[in-house]
C-alpha cells in the first residue's frame, strides 16, 4: 500500500458514514468540495433522496 491508498481509504469511510463532504475535502487539503466530489461521488448515491426525505418530512410536520 502506499499513502495514496491511506487517504483514498480515510476519505471512503468518512463519506460513508455520513461525514459531511465539506469536512472532508478540507481535512484532504482540496481547494474546493467539487474535487472531492468528482472522485467519491459513488460512495453518495442515496444523498439526494435522504435530503428529499428529510425535507418532505418537515414540511408535513409545518403543515
Known amino acids: 500500500m502506499v499513502i495514496y ?7 471512503s469511510n468518512c463519506l460513508a458514514h455520513g461525514i459531511p463532504i465539506t469536512d472532508v475535502a478540507e481535512w484532504m487539503g482540496h481547494k474546493s468540495i467539487g474535487v472531492t466530489f468528482k472522485i467519491y461521488r459513488h460512495l453518495m448515491p442515496g444523498s439526494i433522496s435522504s435530503a428529499a426525505q428529510i425535507l418532505n418530512l418537515n414540511l408535513a410536520l409545518a403543515a
Do not use: E, N, T
Not at 491508498?5 to 476519505?11: I, K, M, P, Q
Open 5 to 11: 491508498s491511506f487517504r483514498h481509504f480515510f476519505a
